[in-house]
């Protein structure tokens, strides 16, 4: 164990941000810190360095543990270019590699006694430089520069004349060049492109550094993490596994909860039925049955309702009529900004249903391939051309399309000026906009807010054909499934620019990639069933990128020379696709009928047992009716001592038949 956390509590103005939060990490290990927006991710983090003290509970740390953390935000201020502000981390061992240069020098002068000792000094010296991998430091420095994606020219460009992100970059870079006991990372795929990230995965898991990561780029953590630790309502808990496997596991956890809250509610529910019928015998022996079921209902164990996410979008995405089969034809299209080509001759098609995910390097074109599309900007050369009937509805990355000085009430309200206020009231609350809050102006909201009124306003406008420009940017965890579901259940068709990769996998049934100012199309099956069997989305683009990327680009007629393969899976190990298919099906449809099976079965058992409970209830009405009558009859003939007597053995029979029906109520009750 090298950190770990005791029952944590912290409190902000009396509200509770953590409660309890236990956990631990050990040596090596890569875990995650996940939960909605809000949820005191960061607040763990500071109280984690220290930055902030708990209210109650303690931090646990090995003695001696080096940290090192990327925020979400850096303020890098340097005079330094970014490659030496890089290699200033390794200054300890350039220093290292000086002073073994001057111990050679010196080492050439002397003899003897000297000479030994200098040899001494120089071969302990010499130790700790390879310990610490003094002759790697230049191609380590190396290797970091171009796997965060800094070009040659980047690499000499001055600190302070980068943007956010940049320095963003340059902070990651130095962090992992310390190689620390213990790695935090607050959202580091932000300022990543694809590349960079796979590059970014394979160093953390070759890393002997334990790692800590908040992150809502799913795919990263199911490579990633072994370990998930989940903030939920102030508390928390520790998952085994990647994300995924939490996914699941937490899925099913929130339903077993609700079942046994079901089913303890129901319980209470039948047992007050059941004392409410036996008081209704008014019999002693069912009067004391029921105050027996009271007391053991009292001691019963009274289960809380779980609690629900309560800050899940709720929307849906229908398209006001359908479009024709050919949705947009893209031929020959070419771009540039002044000496800087983004793409060239790159033609493609996209037709009715599909859902095409654009992804590439960032600054290879894929929002300006967007703009073009929409018409917001006019293209070099080549046509752009849609379909009959094709109505675009556009998201936006920088919500371009929203007015900063309207509030989102008003941004709403005169887009769509048929909505009454409580329509637009109860569209934002769906998107988790309540009270106050919708007469927020939209220049103060933040990016994950403006992306909610963003989606808000694509869903209304019923479009179908959606085009996306990185449109789960700033969405927690939560916000991002349900626009998969809304995606995946959309009758329309869909092209999005996105570089979460999870996102693509549940969503995509195609996939271009602007590689080397070319669109390659890589081939996908729009027919599948979202998401386990999709055909066309990124684990497939992995599998296939580096088989047929060389060829798409001899076809478009762009250079291949020096052109480094995308890593993979291997194709083998993984099967075919039409056996992944099927195997798919067949497993799914062989559980299906057995499952039906057995639920038909259930069902007819539960109807005999409804069936037997009426006749019960029917018999024990029509004896009790009849003893009321037999009382009757024997009151108005007392004198009658043969009559008396075949009344009273007939009601004695009466009673006998009723103890037995009891009890044959209480069991089909019971069951």
């Not at 240069?101 to 430089?129: C, I, K, P, W």
């Not at 908040?214 to 102030?234: A, G, P």
Request: hydrophobic residues 35%; contains cysteine; charged residues 30%.
């Amino acid at each position: 164990m090298i950190l770990a956390t005791h029952h944590i509590h912290k409190a902000f103005l009396e509200k509770p941000v953590l409660q309890d939060v236990s956990f631990q990490l050990e040596k090596g290990e890569k875990a995650a810190i996940i939960g909605i927006n809000g949820a005191g991710k960061t607040t763990l983090l500071k109280i984690l360095l220290g930055e902030l003290e708990p209210d109650s509970g303690t931090v646990s740390r090995v003695r001696d543990l080096s940290v090192g953390y990327l925020a979400q935000r850096q303020n890098v201020d340097s005079g330094h270019t970014v490659r030496e502000e890089l290699t200033a981390v390794k200054q300890p061992v350039i220093d290292m590699e000086r002073r073994l240069t001057e111990y050679e020098a010196r080492m050439a002068q002397v003899s003897g006694a000297d000479l030994d000792s200098l040899m001494n000094e120089y071969l302990l010296l010499q130790d700790q430089f390879r310990n610490e991998n003094g002759y790697g430091w230049r191609g380590e420095v190396n290797a970091v520069l171009n796997g965060l994606g800094f070009s040659g020219e980047e690499q000499d460009q001055g600190i302070s004349t980068l943007s956010g992100g940049q320095k963003t970059r340059v902070a990651l870079g130095k962090l992992l060049l310390q190689r620390p006991d213990l790695i935090i990372l607050d959202e580091p795929t932000n300022h990543l492109d694809m590349a960079s990230i796979r590059w970014l995965e394979s160093f953390l898991l070759s890393s002997k550094s334990a790692v800590l990561i908040v992150s809502h780029d799913r795919y990263f953590l199911d490579r990633i993490v072994t370990k998930v630790i989940e903030l939920d309502h102030t508390h928390s808990m520790v998952f085994s596994g990647n994300y995924s496997s939490y996914a699941e596991r937490k899925k099913k956890l929130r339903e077993e909860q609700m079942h046994a809250w079901l089913n303890n509610q129901a319980e209470i529910r039948r047992q007050e039925e059941v004392i409410s019928k036996l008081r209704q015998f008014n019999r002693e022996k069912s009067i004391r049955r029921a105050e027996s079921r009271e007391k053991l209902l009292e001691k019963m164990e009274v289960l809380d309702r779980p609690q629900e996410v309560s800050d899940k979008m709720r929307f849906t995405l229908k398209p006001c009529i359908q479009s024709g089969r050919d949705v947009l034809h893209i031929e020959e299209l070419g771009m540039a900004f002044g000496d800087n080509t983004l793409f060239r001759n790159s033609s493609f098609d996209i037709r009715r249903g599909e859902h095409v995910a654009l992804i590439g390097d960032n600054g290879s074109g894929k929002t300006t391939l967007l703009r073009l599309i929409n018409g917001l900007l006019a293209p070099l050369e080549g046509l752009i051309r849609t379909g009959v009937n094709v109505h675009i509805g556009y998201y936006d990355q920088e919500h371009h399309v929203l007015n900063d000085r309207n509030t989102v009430f008003e941004e709403i309200a005169f887009a769509y000026p048929d909505m009454t206020n409580t329509q637009i009231r109860n569209l934002l609350a769906a998107f988790l906009f309540t009270g106050e809050e919708v007469f927020k102006q939209i220049s103060a909201l933040s990016g994950g807010e403006k992306g909610r009124v963003s989606l808000a306003k694509l869903m209304l406008s019923q479009c179908n054909f959606l085009i996306l420009d990185e449109p789960t940017n700033h969405l927690d965890m939560v916000s991002r499934e349900v626009l998969e579901n809304a995606l995946n259940s959309y009758e329309g068709t869909v092209f999005y620019v996105s570089h979460d990769r999870y996102f693509i996998n549940r969503t995509a049934s195609r996939i271009l990639s602007l590689t080397r100012g070319v669109v390659l199309d890589y081939p996908g099956h729009s027919d599948a069933e979202p998401p386990a069997c999709y055909f066309g989305n990124y684990d497939f683009y992995l599998e296939k990128s580096a088989e047929v990327e060389h060829a798409l680009l001899a076809k478009a007629g762009a250079a291949v020379t020096g052109m480094t393969d995308v890593p993979g899976r291997d194709a083998k190990a993984s099967g075919s696709p039409g056996t992944a298919s099927l195997s798919c099906g067949a497993a799914e449809g062989g559980a299906a009928a057995q499952d039906w099976k057995a639920q038909k079965e259930e069902q007819a058992r539960l109807r005999r047992r409804q069936n037997e409970l009426r006749q019960c209830e029917e018999r024990i009405a029509e004896l009790e009716a009849r003893n009321g009558k037999i009382d009757e009859e024997m009151a108005e003939n007392g004198t009658d001592l043969v009559l008396l007597s075949r009344l009273q053995k007939e009601r004695d029979e009466n009673e006998a038949e009723l103890s037995g029906l009891y009890e044959e109520w209480e069991e089909l009750q019971e069951e």
